[in-house]
């Protein structure tokens, strides 16, 4: 029988994590330390500061704006400032200029029948709606995980809500807390074997955001028929419903000029870090840095990954573990197979992040979890503190050139952590 969720297992605990990380007493005494300052910052910077401000965003800019230029019957992808603003004068009244989406057109038709609405309703009714995603997430992934002790559940909800993507992505009211809603339903129906609905739930995130295309290479790695037809199956039927006039724009002028890549700071993909290591310039948006030396490197790292994320998955697991294990490494490395990753779009590492968190403290590796912390830091305080750094405009050149890369360093650490843990997770051979 598997250990509670959180147990010190594994030899002694003093030995594992120390005297006083072994006391159960003095880890609740720290976890409230820890989340009384951390929910009020969450509910203050989450909830309470985003609806009593006017600060522009995501759905604002480009979500309702996009729907608004739906409704106006506008291109959305050649609406902007110059171009049919008058259009969307009623939708974004005060909050100023619209973005060109590089979303496909689902989103922005699923919002479009909210444009009639007051604006200032609809953006607090999607902040609400972010933070309810957001806790949605956090129940299924524990309950999937089976956890028991609310000593983890709460650290695990501490992870979340202080992880600097999460913030951004509420804050911003981002379709991406929705599709990380959705992961949630695909971890859980990944550990019961082939369902159709987790399919269906990684096709309606495929309709929002392509960036969770590797999922799909698992389901088909897995032999997940039902799940494979159903993601295919959701995703054509929404694409197909959703505005399907400017899917022709989409595929073949908005994806592509968006997945060419560039090297500017707020890209942590593995051809941004090539670009700027290459093309320093880059950094500062001096030109996309990407060129054919760039690309052929990020297609050879890309094979690298995939080839040594299969070798290390191996055969399908059974087991709910090692069920749990493939998923955490399929979030894992989604992100070093893309061109462009925003930093908001780490929010969905989320998944493995509580996945191998709650693996390494059940089998009681330290180094796992060491590993869990390290890339959680890198990907949070360090970039966040990276990015603030860039936009004051401290003039610290080399030190931007290694610190902007510190997301993607976090990235390639978690990925390393989930292989490690498939490792540790395989069953033992039958001796005798």
Sequence with gaps: MAAPSGALTSGSPARLWGAGLASRPFRSVLLVLAGVPIGLAY????IVWPLISDQTNDFRQVYMAGAGALAAGADPYQ??????????????GAWGSAYPPFYPPFPLWLLEPFTGFDPRVVDGV?????????????????????????????????????????????????????????????????????????????????????VQAPLLLLSLWGRRWFAVAAAIGTWALLWAVGAPRYLPEYLFQVLPAVGRGTGEEMNVAPMA????????????????????????????????????????????????????????AAFAVSPLLLTVVWAGQLVLLLVPIIVLLDFGLRRGSRGLVAAVAV????????????????????GFPLLFDVWSDSAMAGVVVLWLASLHALRLGRPLPISG
């Design 43 to 46: 509910i203050w910077y989450g």
């Design 79 to 92: 609406c902007t400032t110059g171009v049919c603003a008058g259009h969307l004068q009623g939708y974004l």
């Design 126 to 210: 999607a902040l609400l709606a972010a933070s309810a995603f957001l806790a949605f997430f956090i129940w299924i992934v524990l309950r999937t995980l089976q956890v028991r002790d609310w000593q983890f559940a709460a650290l695990a909800v501490l992870l979340s809500i202080s992880f600097a993507p999460t913030l951004t992505e509420i804050q911003n009211r981002n379709f991406q807390i929705l599709v990380l809603a959705l992961s949630g339903v695909v971890l859980a129906a990944w550990l019961r074997g082939d369902r159709w609905w987790g399919g269906a739930a990684l096709g309606f995130g495929l309709a929002i955001k392509l």
């Design 273 to 328: 870090a090539l670009a700027r290591l290459l093309h320093p310039g880059s950094l500062y948006k001096q030109g996309t840095g990407v060129d054919s030396v760039v690309l052929a490197l990020t297609a050879l790292a890309a094979v690298v990954v995939v080839v040594v994320t299969l070798r290390r998955l191996g055969a399908p697991r059974t087991d709910r573990a090692g069920r749990a294990l493939e998923m955490a």
């Design 375 to 394: 890339a959680w830091f890198l990907m949070g305080p360090a970039y966040l503190a990276f990015t603030n750094a860039f936009a004051a405009g401290f």
